[in-house]
């Protein structure tokens, strides 16, 4: 028998048993009442509502839930600056500033309650389960479940990039690149390749897993050359020979942020209010009492979790903030008093994810922060403070002292693919078109970075015949238009500082030309990024 006759054969069973199974259902709704169905739960192609979350807030042991207190629900990861909850907790500055802080901690000593999927996490705080969820702005740029309400650090080195045989950025070209799927090395992967301006489906091959610890299994198994993640576990790629190609060190891209839900924002903003005030008084004191803090900390237990034990707990957290910029309540002020710095991050975050093919939101993304709650903390003396977080390099929204740096002891991280810039006839004078492409290509990734150095090469085509144009004028003809690029840039809010301006010549056989083509070979722009301290 065919595969043809096969399948019609099979297609008068299926018929048989349609006509079957109707008459049977006919019988049973003789003998019951049927229900009926609203018609939008037959639409199969409506995604199931997530459920509500079954972990149960953590609170302050002994703490009396029925004293007339509101209480306030926040859920977070196991990571150092987060941990800002635990010590407010213990030191009971929640119920000080009238209200119980509940905790939810994801992944709390393997409990499958506190297992909780990025689905399940946007999905509590968009409903208003959750009050607030520590997270990071691309994350909440790619779900608007919440909204931004204060900042809580840049990873200042945390977030890394590994990999075997990969020189730079521009190298990632065709190789595997592994990492935990859904989270923040996900975007630390498609925002380099977005800076290479690969393509993440069709450049490489992306190798998505379950956690970090797997990316680094199937990294030092050889089935991918590039890994991202985070400390501690990204360090075990060295076992099969990874080295460090790019950390969040030079890029400042991942942001995390305390957002809160809408409903809390709306239902009840006295509230909120008081917690955010809570919030800068806890950093206050751990600024000015580090051991005191960390000690606290630790108190609350479940250490194997936050790996901040008793015995070694001011080591054990400075470790933790050690590559994370945290940011204190001036930091939060310079944030918020101008936020177009935080909602460009945002919205770079959202072409990131849509060069990925992911959907992303098309609302007011300016409306995914609000500012009121960190500029009322801002007029309270008491909350403010002279005394340093242990990494004092917070930089979203200011302009970091590079002169420490050096640029010349810098490694070429990768050469930016824009390279072909049109300028006014005989002149060093930007295109509209130039400049939008410099917009596009450059300021991002130079406004969210930190030790990165960009030279700037110029280069002129030297066009003959013979004698036209002598070696220098080709050359500074190269350096002005080298200059005009800086310059630009440096209009955009950038720091002159961070920037090498050279010049090069065309190669012997295109010097005096008169071939068109060969004279646009030597007409171009080239950009290289330089990293300090790789």
């Given at each position: 028998?065919?595969?043809?006759?096969?399948?019609?054969?099979?297609?008068?069973?299926?018929?048989?048993?349609?006509?079957?199974?109707?008459?049977?259902?006919?019988?049973?709704?003789?003998?019951?009442?049927?229900?009926?169905?609203?018609?939008?739960?037959?639409?199969?192609?409506?995604?199931?509502?997530?459920?509500?979350?079954?972990?149960?807030?953590?609170?302050?042991?002994?703490?009396?839930?029925?004293?007339?207190?509101?209480?306030?629900?926040?859920?977070?990861?196991?990571?150092?600056?987060?941990?800002?909850?635990?010590?407010?907790?213990?030191?009971?500055?929640?119920?000080?500033?009238?209200?119980?802080?509940?905790?939810?901690?994801?992944?709390?000593?393997?409990?499958?309650?506190?297992?909780?999927?990025?689905?399940?996490?946007?999905?509590?705080?968009?409903?208003?389960?959750?009050?607030?969820?520590?997270?990071?702005?691309?994350?909440?740029?790619?779900?608007?479940?919440?909204?931004?309400?204060?900042?809580?650090?840049?990873?200042?080195?945390?977030?890394?990039?590994?990999?075997?045989?990969?020189?730079?950025?521009?190298?990632?070209?065709?190789?595997?690149?592994?990492?935990?799927?859904?989270?923040?090395?996900?975007f630390f992967v498609l925002f380099t390749l977005n800076v290479a301006r690969l393509n993440p489906r069709f450049d490489v091959t992306l190798v998505p897993v379950d956690s970090v610890s797997e990316a680094v299994e199937t990294f030092n198994r050889g089935q991918a050359d590039v890994v991202s993640g985070w400390e501690p576990d990204i360090y075990e790629a060295e076992q099969s020979g990874g080295t460090?190609?790019?950390?969040?060190?030079?890029?400042?891209?991942?942001?995390?942020?305390?957002?809160?839900?809408?409903?809390?924002?709306?239902?009840?903003?006295?509230?909120?209010?008081?917690?955010?005030?809570?919030?800068?008084?806890?950093?206050?004191?751990?600024?000015?009492?580090?051991?005191?803090?960390?000690?606290?900390?630790?108190?609350?237990?479940?250490?194997?979790?936050?790996?901040?034990?008793?015995?070694?707990?001011?080591?054990?957290?400075?470790?933790?903030?050690?590559?994370?910029?945290?940011?204190?309540?001036?930091?939060?002020?310079?944030?918020?008093?101008?936020?177009?710095?935080?909602?460009?991050?945002?919205?770079?975050?959202?072409?990131?994810?849509?060069?990925?093919?992911?959907?992303?939101?098309?609302?007011?993304?300016?409306?995914?922060?609000?500012?009121?709650?960190?500029?009322?903390?801002?007029?309270?003396?008491?909350?403010?403070?002279?005394?340093?977080?242990?990494?004092?390099?917070?930089?979203?929204?200011?302009?970091?002292?590079?002169?420490?740096?050096?640029?010349?002891?810098?490694?070429?991280?990768?050469?930016?693919?824009?390279?072909?810039?049109?300028?006014?006839?005989?002149?060093?004078?930007?295109?509209?078109?130039?400049?939008?492409?410099?917009?596009?290509?450059?300021?991002?990734?130079?406004?969210?970075?930190?030790?990165i150095f960009l030279r700037v090469t110029g280069s002129s085509a030297w066009p003959g015949p013979e004698g036209t144009y002598t070696e220098q004028e080709i050359y500074d003809f190269g350096l002005a238009r080298a200059q005009a690029v800086v310059d630009y840039l440096v209009s955009q809010g950038l720091d002159p500082a961070r920037f090498v301006v050279e010049a090069t010549l065309p190669p012997e056989?295109?010097?005096?030309?008169?071939?068109?083509?060969?004279?646009?070979?030597?007409?171009?722009?080239?950009?290289?990024?330089?990293?300090?301290?790789?």
């Amino acid at each position: 028998m065919n595969r043809g006759r096969i399948v019609l054969f099979a297609f008068i069973i299926l018929v048989a048993m349609i006509i079957i199974g109707a008459g049977l259902l006919a019988r049973q709704g003789a003998f019951e009442t049927p229900t009926p169905v609203p018609s939008a739960t037959v639409a199969v192609l409506v995604p199931p509502t997530q459920p509500p979350i079954v972990a149960e807030p953590i609170f302050a042991e002994g703490a009396d839930l029925n004293d007339g207190l509101p209480t306030y629900i926040c859920a977070a990861d196991a990571f150092g600056s987060y941990f800002t909850l635990q010590q407010m907790i213990m030191a009971g500055i929640d119920v000080e500033n009238g209200f119980h802080l509940g905790l939810i901690p994801f992944g709390l000593d393997g409990m499958a309650d506190y297992d909780i999927s990025e689905e399940g996490r946007t999905s509590a705080l968009s409903s208003g389960q959750w009050d607030c969820l520590l997270t990071t702005a691309d994350s909440l740029a790619l779900s608007s479940a919440g909204v931004i309400t204060a900042v809580v650090d840049e990873s200042a080195g945390a977030d890394q990039l590994w990999v075997r045989d990969v020189p730079t950025i521009n190298d990632l070209r065709e190789k595997r690149i592994t990492y935990s799927r859904g989270s923040v090395g996900e975007f630390f992967v498609l925002f380099t390749l977005n800076v290479a301006r690969l393509n993440p489906r069709f450049d490489v091959t992306l190798v998505p897993v379950d956690s970090v610890s797997e990316a680094v299994e199937t990294f030092n198994r050889g089935q991918a050359d590039v890994v991202s993640g985070w400390e501690p576990d990204i360090y075990e790629a060295e076992q099969s020979g990874g080295t460090p190609l790019l950390s969040s060190e030079q890029l400042r891209i991942i942001v995390d942020v305390i957002a809160t839900s809408r409903q809390a924002i709306e239902n009840r903003p006295d509230v909120v209010q008081a917690f955010h005030n809570a919030w800068f008084q806890t950093l206050k004191m751990q600024a000015e009492d580090f051991d005191a803090a960390a000690q606290q900390i630790a108190a609350w237990g479940h250490n194997d979790w936050s790996f901040v034990y008793p015995e070694s707990a001011s080591d054990d957290l400075d470790a933790w903030l050690g590559t994370i910029a945290q940011a204190d309540l001036g930091d939060n002020l310079t944030v918020m008093r101008d936020t177009e710095p935080l909602i460009q991050r945002l919205e770079m975050a959202r072409r990131v994810w849509a060069a990925s093919g992911v959907d992303v939101p098309d609302d007011d993304i300016s409306l995914l922060v609000d500012p009121r709650f960190v500029l009322e903390a801002g007029a309270r003396t008491d909350l403010q403070t002279s005394a340093a977080p242990v990494n004092d390099t917070f930089s979203l929204g200011t302009r970091p002292d590079l002169s420490t740096l050096d640029p010349e002891a810098g490694t070429t991280l990768g050469v930016l693919p824009c390279r072909r810039f049109t300028f006014l006839p005989e002149s060093a004078e930007l295109t509209l078109e130039s400049r939008r492409i410099l917009d596009d290509c450059v300021v991002p990734i130079m406004s969210s970075s930190v030790g990165i150095f960009l030279r700037v090469t110029g280069s002129s085509a030297w066009p003959g015949p013979e004698g036209t144009y002598t070696e220098q004028e080709i050359y500074d003809f190269g350096l002005a238009r080298a200059q005009a690029v800086v310059d630009y840039l440096v209009s955009q809010g950038l720091d002159p500082a961070r920037f090498v301006v050279e010049a090069t010549l065309p190669p012997e056989e295109r010097r005096n030309t008169e071939d068109p083509d060969l004279q646009a070979l030597d007409r171009y722009v080239e950009m290289s990024l330089i990293t300090v301290g790789r």
